[in-house]
């Protein structure tokens, strides 16, 4: 089922911890997971490519062209910067050195855990093609209008 912005209402009622769906996002399976946090107010959701080929993590970090094309698809990208500002670093360099090397030392990380489904939601419509909604059943009836 094709999912429309409707659908994507009613499945951020639905989507909480522990319950999951299944989407088939272009030729591969998903399965998007609400996880509980420590603090109930904040939790997540965790995207997995239930692909045979991509049930590891490994294409999280593997260094190929397929692998990036799949972190830029489904994971979240984070700035991150390879240095921190801790009081011994800046007594040592000053304040000044430190953030213009921070800015200099700014990695893109991917990221599988997702603050919200409407963040997601963007991501997956701009990097993606076709977003349908495969399972499970319950959400599939209730979708349809069948079950009220």
């Avoid at 509980?36 to 045979?52: C, D, F, K, Q």
């Avoid at 830029?72 to 430190?98: D, E, H, I, W």
Wanted: with cysteine; hydrophobic share 35%.
């Amino acid at each position: 089922m094709k999912l429309t912005d409707k659908h994507w209402k009613i499945l951020t009622q639905i989507l909480t911890p522990p319950r999951s769906i299944q989407l088939h996002i272009d030729c591969y399976p998903v399965i998007v997971s609400a996880i509980s946090h420590e603090n109930p107010l904040h939790g997540h959701l965790s995207v997995i490519v239930n692909h045979p080929k991509y049930r590891t993590w490994n294409w999280l970090w593997e260094n190929s062209d397929e692998c990036e094309n799949m972190r830029m698809r489904f994971c979240r990208p984070r700035q991150v910067s390879c240095v921190r500002a801790t009081k011994s670093n800046v007594k040592k360099y000053g304040k000044r050195f430190l953030t213009s090397f921070k800015k200099d030392t700014m990695v893109t990380v991917y990221d599988p855990s997702w603050p919200s489904l409407s963040s997601l939601k963007r991501h997956l419509i701009k990097n993606n093609k076709s977003i349908e909604l495969t399972g499970p059943d319950w959400v599939l009836k209730l979708m349809e209008g069948n079950v009220s």
